[in-house]
């Protein structure tokens, strides 16, 4: 009895179930080029607009990449894929209100349009128009820090969820 359980526990693990932490990258991708990102945020919805977010979303990706290791950042020439990505809303929005509706929690979020093409050709692998990074700060005194605090962990949730969707295809 003991030896049907080994050898079931052990063919259970050899076969595995389906999930693997291999990379799928699509079409033999081995470098990539990170365009700068491009704010095309319309000029009526600026209202919380950060100076220098597009630079600091850039470099987070490029971080990403490089910390992730599965492909190698490249100057464009030299590409096997291009990332193109545009800035398009950079918002918050109350989650958490106080009993005289004040303000007590914010959600901030980042969303890109992002794509992701063939380096020699210029044709697109995939596309996502709307792809997002969040995280929530409460109020507080000084309130320009809270923010400034959120928008370094949204654009560091956002970054790995670009580099995870190139690497990761899935």
């Not at 291999?22 to 990102?37: A, C, M, S």
């Not at 490029?62 to 599965?70: S, V």
């Amino acid at each position: 009895m003991k030896k049907i359980v080994f050898l079931s526990l052990v063919l259970a693990i050899l076969s595995g179930c389906g999930y693997t932490s291999k990379t799928v990258l699509p079409r033999d991708i081995k470098t990539i080029y990170v365009d700068t990102v491009k704010n095309r945020i319309p000029v009526n919805r600026v209202s919380t607009y950060e100076p220098g977010l597009e630079m600091s979303i850039t470099n987070a990706i490029i971080e990403r990449l490089e910390q992730d290791g599965n492909l190698k950042v490249v100057k464009r020439e030299e590409a096997d894929a291009v990332l193109e990505a545009n800035l398009i809303a950079y918002e918050q929005e109350g989650v958490r209100f106080s009993r005289l509706e004040s303000v007590q929690e914010y959600r901030l979020y980042i969303v890109l349009g992002i794509r992701l093409l063939e380096g020699k050709t210029g044709d697109v692998i995939w596309e996502e128009p709307q792809f997002s990074g969040d995280t929530e700060y409460f109020v507080s005194p000084v309130r320009s820090q809270a923010r400034g605090e959120a928008t370094v962990e949204a654009i560091n949730r956002l970054s790995r969820n670009v580099v995870d969707r190139i690497v990761e295809d899935w």
